[in-house]
C-alpha cells in the first residue's frame, strides 16, 4: 500500500482480555518495527522484524506480549492478559533493509484497558 | 545504555520567526545515524529531517536544519519562519540497529 496501515486506530478491552493488533507495512520493506509510546512519551522500541523472523525482541516487556509476521509482509502483535499498564499508543513502522533512511510510521494503534 | 535528550518538554515561537530545539544522545558508536520525526496530533510520526554522523556537513531540509556537533553529541534542529503548521511534538532519534527516541518537545506556534 501507499503507507503503513494499522488496525484497529482505537481499542478498548478489559483488564484480562486477549487483543491483536495488525500492522500492513509498506511493499516491498522488508524492516518492520512495533514500537510503544505512552501519554507524554517518546515510543519505546519493542521487536524489530526482518523478513518473517524477529531480529530484536529486546524490547518485549513480559511473556504476555508477542509478534508474528508469518509471510514477511502483515504483521500482529499479541497481547495476552491485558493489563491498565499495557494502555498507549502502539505504533508500527517500515522500511527498507536496515532503515538507515529513516522509518516510515503508521498512525498507530491507541490501546485502553479498562 | 544508549540514550537520548531533550532537555526542553515544551517550546513556543512567534509565527514566522525561528526557534531551536535541542537534543543531546550517548553512544559510544562512532558511525550512527540522527533524526527529527514531527508528531501531529494525527498521531503518524513524520520525518523532518536526517543527518549521518560521518558527515560534518550539517543537513537542510527548506526551512529546517541541523546543528550537529558530533564530540558535544548534539543535535539540534533549528525551524525558521516558523508556521503554523509546524505545531506539533517533535523527537529526535539516533539510530545505530533501530531508532532510540527522546521524550521529545512539544512546539506551540502563536499567531
Known amino acids: 500500500g501507499a503507507g503503513v496501515s494499522q488496525t484497529p486506530s482505537n481499542k478498548v478491552t478489559e483488564k484480562g482480555k486477549y487483543v491483536e493488533l495488525r500492522c500492513d507495512p509498506i511493499s516491498g520493506h522488508t524492516a518492520l518495527y512495533w514500537y510503544r509510546q505512552s501519554l507524554g512519551q517518546g515510543p519505546e522500541f519493542l521487536i524489530y522484524f526482518q523478513g518473517t523472523g524477529a531480529a530484536d525482541d529486546s524490547g518485549l516487556p513480559n511473556d504476555r506480549f508477542f509478534a508474528v509476521r508469518p509471510e514477511g509482509s502483515v504483521s500482529t502483535l499479541k497481547i495476552q492478559r491485558t493489563e491498565r499498564g499495557d494502555s498507549a499508543v502502539y505504533l508500527c513502522?517500515?522500511?527498507?533493509?536496515?532503515?538507515?533512511?529513516?522509518?516510515?510510521f503508521g498512525s498507530g494503534t491507541r490501546l485502553t484497558v479498562v | 545504555a544508549q540514550t537520548v535528550t531533550q532537555s526542553q518538554p515544551e517550546m513556543s515561537v512567534q509565527e514566522a520567526e525561528t526557534v531551536t530545539l535541542s537534543c543531546t544522545y550517548d553512544t559510544s558508536e562512532s558511525d550512527y545515524y540522527l533524526f527529527w520525526y514531527k508528531q501531529p496530533p494525527s498521531r503518524q510520526m513524520i520525518l523532518v529531517i536526517r543527518q549521518e554522523a560521518y558527515k560534518q556537513q550539517n543537513a537542510t531540509e527548506n526551512r529546517f536544519s541541523v546543528n550537529f556537533q558530533k564530540a558535544a553529541k548534539s543535535f539540534s534542529l533549528k525551524i525558521s519562519d516558523s508556521q503554523l503548521g509546524d505545531a506539533a511534538m517533535y523527537f529526535c532519534a539516533y539510530k545505530i540497529n533501530k531508532l532510540v527516541f527522546g521524550a521529545g518537545t512539544i512546539l506551540r506556534v502563536k499567531s
Open positions: 513502522a517500515s522500511s527498507l533493509l536496515g532503515g538507515d533512511y529513516g522509518y516510515t
